[in-house]
């Protein structure tokens, strides 16, 4: 009995050893991406995970911004189809069946039986579906994607509306801000920090001067796994520690300057963020959100912090996947994917159709917040390898 205990304590100090080689390795490894020394031994690396993100929707004074109230839900817009007499009608308690199998199931159906908010594109004939008034005020965050003063169509854009600039230029494209800036959905009654994105990793390498510098490594990753299933409190502890994702496809390098303290970019062709949607199945976890022509002016924060704005255009296909799941988007949600599919088609700005001339892009900002984290390269590649294959 007495050697079978010993082999026990033997077995116990093995695993603890072996535990601990491995959470050093790991520690190692997350250290040796967050901060990595040159020849000099001065440069540095950051890692950040981006906690908050938002759709680029500015607060202003409602009256300013949406003179007119909120765009029509879809209970609204069905029920402005009707005449007033048969609205009444419609309205009275004991005919409550027949109105919500009216505007819940037969006006987000189409006539083959589409998914207003599956299929939107069958809808965009459909009369009955408005283009959104859109924002009505001046000021908007995001950037300058098209470098004009004035909007007017180049080879890449259609003409379009500035924006006076909240994000440090004075005049900004976010087209997608005026198309959906007065949507109940998108904008909510008071302003809010919703997590638009699915939290995301942003690395800064080459930082030998936090306040000038003309040659920083700017890394964008997603991490594998659902995030969101942590819960949103999970993502305001800094320094925790989260792993690349294997898949290269949403791992993204780029060149950018430090100028005063904040981050600048050069325009990046593509970025792909991993967007999970658990209750999809399989289809949910290998959804993505696509930019395009991506800029970051982003600020190192005293605090440690790393705040500032994403802009891009994004796909008309590719924004508010969520939204274009299912009827209850429509149904419960009350939110009219059809009317918000034919709004974003029209004010589109970017990515001109070379058929039609119409553009199929729209240009977009997200604010987003980034608190310090530690990194570790994805599994089965070394740090060395990580660094080349995201180069």
């Not at 890449?156 to 801000?177: I, R, S, W």
């Not at 924060?301 to 500032?308: H, I, K, N, R, W």
């Not at 088609?345 to 984290?373: F, K, R």
């Given at each position: 009995?007495t050697?079978?205990?010993m ?12 535990g601990l080689v ?5 520690a190692?490894?997350?250290?040796a ?10 440069s ?5 995970l981006i906690?908050k993100?938002?759709v680029?929707?500015?607060?202003g004074?409602?009256?300013?911004d ?9 209970e ?11 609205r009444?009608?419609?309205?009275r308690?004991?005919?409550a069946?027949?109105?919500?199998k009216a505007?819940k199931?037969?006006?987000?159906t ?9 299929n ?16 009505s ?8 994607l098209?470098?004009?003063t004035d909007?007017?169509?180049?080879p890449k ?10 994000n ?7 087209q997608?801000?005026?198309a959906?800036?007065c ?5 909510g ?6 997590q638009?994105l699915d939290?995301?990793?942003i ?9 000038n510098?003309?040659h920083?490594?700017?890394?964008i ?23 690349v ?5 949403w791992?993204?390098?780029?060149k950018a300057r430090?100028?005063?303290g904040?981050?600048i ?7 792909y963020?991993h967007?999970?949607m658990s ?5 949910g976890?290998?959804?993505?959100h696509?930019f395009r022509?991506v ?9 440690g912090?790393l705040?500032g ?9 590719n924004?508010?996947?969520?939204g274009?799941?299912?009827?209850g ?14 709004t974003?088609a029209?004010?589109?700005?970017g990515y001109?159709?070379?058929?039609t001339g119409?553009?199929t892009m ?9 608190i ?5 390269p994805p599994?089965a ?11």
């Amino acid at each position: 009995m007495t050697t079978l205990r010993m082999r026990l304590r033997r077995s116990v100090r093995s695993l603890h050893v072996i535990g601990l080689v491995v959470a050093s390795a790991v520690a190692l490894g997350a250290m040796a991406v967050h901060a990595r020394g040159t020849d000099s031994g001065r440069s540095t690396s950051r890692a950040f995970l981006i906690s908050k993100s938002d759709v680029g929707i500015h607060y202003g004074k409602f009256e300013d911004d949406c003179p007119a109230g909120f765009e029509l839900t879809v209970e609204e817009e069905y029920l402005a189809t009707l005449s007033p007499a048969e609205r009444e009608r419609m309205l009275r308690p004991e005919n409550a069946k027949e109105y919500a199998k009216a505007w819940k199931d037969d006006f987000i159906t189409g006539p083959g039986g589409e998914n207003v908010c599956n299929n939107p594109k069958s809808f965009l004939n459909d009369p009955r579906r408005r283009v959104y008034r859109g924002v009505s005020s001046k000021d908007s965050y995001g950037l300058n994607l098209d470098g004009t003063t004035d909007g007017h169509a180049t080879p890449k854009t259609c003409a379009h509306p500035k924006f006076e600039g909240l994000n440090g230029e004075p005049l900004v494209d976010n087209q997608l801000y005026r198309a959906v800036g007065c949507s109940k959905l998108a904008r909510g009654t008071t302003p809010g920090t919703r997590q638009y994105l699915d939290p995301f990793l942003i690395e800064l390498r080459g930082l030998d001067d936090l306040k000038n510098n003309d040659h920083v490594e700017l890394g964008i990753y997603s991490t594998d796994g659902d995030l969101s299933l942590k819960g949103p409190d999970t993502f305001d502890l800094p320094h925790q520690t989260f792993t690349v994702t294997r898949n290269p496809r949403w791992r993204t390098t780029a060149k950018a300057r430090i100028v005063d303290g904040v981050l600048i970019t050069d325009t990046i062709p593509v970025v792909y963020l991993h967007w999970v949607m658990s209750t999809w199945g399989a289809f949910g976890l290998v959804s993505e959100h696509e930019f395009r022509d991506v800029r970051f002016r982003m600020t190192l924060e005293a605090d440690g912090a790393l705040t500032g704005v994403m802009a891009g255009y994004r796909p008309i296909d590719n924004i508010f996947t969520v939204g274009y799941c299912c009827k209850g988007t429509a149904s419960t949600a009350n939110n009219d994917c059809a009317s918000e599919y034919k709004t974003l088609a029209t004010m589109a700005d970017g990515y001109p159709d070379e058929a039609t001339g119409q553009c199929t892009m729209i240009s977009s900002a997200q604010n987003l917040t980034g608190i310090p984290t530690f990194l570790v390269p994805p599994p089965a590649e070394t740090v060395a390898a990580f660094r080349t294959n995201s180069r």
